[in-house]
């Protein structure tokens, strides 16, 4: 995979010196679409197997939908990008023996949904959508892509008691810096990126408004922020600067897991429940906070 990422870049970046325009086209919608569609992997494919599964229209994009346990206390997971709901089987499992009836969906391009990419605007109506069907959530979990989709999404609206982010990037702008990091990509591709995704999602502000450490006086719901020190995709640094953007935040960092693994630890998932267990069931959003 590594080796395929490297020579997409090489390629990118020598059409970019004979052809500028294909090269920023390519690049561009390589940006929106997941490097590859994962799998239910087999250690998740009994909590899988017992999902009662639905489906949301998202203008034509069939948006496969996951939900477990009685209704009660429901609580939202946001998966990052590359991935699907699946990958909190653990958590999900944890999640019922404490009485809790997880959500989660596969965004667009991902695991059993359509289409072929997504991005922000699309999780945030995912979620929406989620909260019309099951209620208020007790809690939102999000990793990593799915981290500033969450912290967006309850500032515009969406209900939660509290929010847990694991592995999320503080800015925005990280994923074109990750991105154009991993393809070794020319700056001039990376400028175009920024441009031209302000131009189509029509937020001047983009980059900063999308960040999970924009206006933080707007969400004031209990939050954890976990991460883990051996994170390559998204340094440990975010995590500091999320729980410094929040005072009262709590921050629970581990070592030896890394940005994936890090979702189905056992040093993670218990002190996520935990955490979800010292917050009642009380959803607030920045629009009816008192």
Request: net charge positive; with cysteine; glycine share 10%.
């Amino acid at each position: 995979m590594k080796t395929a990422i490297l020579m997409t870049g090489r390629l990118l970046n020598a059409t970019a010196v004979l052809a500028p325009p294909l090269a920023r086209r390519v690049a561009y919608k390589l940006f929106f679409r997941p490097a590859g569609r994962a799998a239910v992997h087999p250690r998740e494919q009994d909590v899988q197997a017992a999902a009662t599964v639905g489906r949301i229209d998202l203008d034509g994009v069939p948006v496969a939908t996951y939900s477990w346990g009685d209704g009660s206390r429901p609580v939202l997971l946001v998966h990052g990008w590359s991935s699907r709901g699946s990958r909190f089987a653990g958590m999900i499992a944890d999640l019922l023996g404490r009485g809790y009836s997880p959500v989660t969906f596969d965004a667009p391009g991902h695991g059993g949904s359509g289409g072929t990419t997504t991005n922000l605007l699309q999780y945030e109506r995912i979620m929406r959508a989620l909260q019309e069907r099951h209620g208020d959530f007790a809690a939102v979990v999000a990793h990593s892509f799915g981290v500033p989709c969450a912290f967006h999404a309850l500032r515009t609206g969406l209900r939660a008691g509290c929010l847990v982010a694991v592995a999320g990037p503080a800015e925005f702008d990280h994923l074109v810096t990750e991105f154009t990091r991993r393809l070794r990509l020319r700056p001039a591709l990376a400028e175009h990126l920024r441009e031209h995704s302000v131009r189509d999602i029509g937020v001047a502000d983009l980059w900063e408004r999308f960040s999970s450490v924009y206006e933080p006086a707007a969400l004031t719901i209990p939050l954890l922020v976990v991460h883990d020190t051996d994170d390559d995709v998204v340094g440990v640094d975010h995590a500091h600067r999320i729980h410094a953007a929040y005072p009262g935040s709590q921050l629970h960092i581990t070592t030896g897991l890394g940005h994936r693994r890090v979702l189905g630890d056992p040093r993670i998932v218990g002190p996520v429940g935990a955490f979800l267990d010292t917050h009642p069931h009380r959803a607030t959003t920045a629009a009816n906070r008192t």
